[in-house]
């Protein structure tokens, strides 16, 4: 059997290299596109859709959150089951889909539900987590500052540099913080100035509100210049927060510096 089939092979050896060649080609093709996962991810298709709603208890966000959002993905295509999780100011419902779906596809429907659901003001807009699982997780790093920037810079710069950097690197698909303070301007009122000058929380917030914000005054036409007018009203700073006008009274004008103090400090973290 064997004597034949070298004969065989002999007998038309450019036709058994042609064919080798043709085999290396492809081959070489598989090596260079075949996708190889150190860590093959074996996770079902999967949705999640999360919807935050600080402040409030599971039960309320079970009731006005979770059960609508079941309610208005009942009859997405190719579900195989539907989970739910709801803690406070958070829900989080998973949807599983059959081996094989599309993941875009997948997504795609679970959206086109969720623009027919109604939810409460106070709630976040319902938001997909990223195309990703927990065994893409390739790298974690960490901020270390020598002393020169406090827990709040870290995560300013975290926040603003480095994660930004890392979402343009391809293949990221998001990048996930854990830890570190959020900067935010406290004011922190004296009771006593409020009560001297007869003013009320909602007084100093609605002065805050007033004085935080920008506007667009259209455009000016002179000659053959077009000058584009706007309002720049964004609180920037610590002074200029101080230096908010509330009221006058008898003549004299009222900051917020008189009856408040003014300090950064960190935002207050739901541990969920």
């Known amino acids: 059997m064997i004597a034949p089939l070298v004969k065989h092979v002999l007998r038309h050896r450019w036709f058994v290299l042609g064919f080798a060649l043709v085999m290396m080609g492809f081959g070489l093709y598989a090596f260079h596109h075949l996708p190889i996962d ?11 859709i999360v919807t935050a709603f600080p402040g409030r208890a599971p039960e309320e966000i079970e009731r006005q959150v979770t059960i ?5 993905i009942q009859n997405v295509p190719r579900v195989e089951s539907v989970r739910s999780q709801t ?16 993941t875009y596809w997948a997504r795609q429907q679970v959206t ?3 623009k027919t659901v109604e939810l409460p003001e106070e709630a976040d807009i319902p938001e997909l987590e990223v195309v990703t699982s927990g065994s893409g997780e390739i ?13 709040i810079d870290l995560q300013t710069i975290n926040n603003w540099v480095v994660i ?14 854990f830890g570190g303070l959020t900067k935010q301007y406290a004011i922190t009122f004296r009771p006593t100035q409020l009560e001297r000058y007869g003013l009320t ?5 609605g002065a805050i509100e007033s004085n935080n914000a920008s506007a667009g005054g259209n455009v000016l036409r002179r000659g053959s210049m077009d000058l ?9 700073n610590i002074r200029q927060i101080e230096d908010i006008f509330i009221k006058s009274i008898e003549g004299t004008p009222i900051f917020i510096k008189d009856v408040a103090s003014v300090d950064i400090d960190a935002a207050t973290v739901e541990r969920l």
């Open 38 to 48: 150190a860590y093959p991810d074996i996770s079902p298709q999967k949705v999640s």
């Open 68 to 72: 609508p959002i079941e309610i208005a």
């Open 87 to 102: 803690i406070f100011g958070l829900s989080v419902v998973d949807l599983i889909f059959e081996d094989g779906t599309e």
């Open 112 to 114: 086109e539900r969720l």
């Open 139 to 151: 790298y974690r790093y960490e901020l270390i500052s020598d002393g020169s920037h406090s827990v």
């Open 164 to 177: 930004p950097h890392l979402k343009r690197v391809h293949g990221v698909a998001d990048v996930s913080n």
């Open 201 to 205: 929380l909602d007084d100093l917030v």
């Open 228 to 236: 584009v007018i706007r309002s720049a009203g964004l609180i920037e």
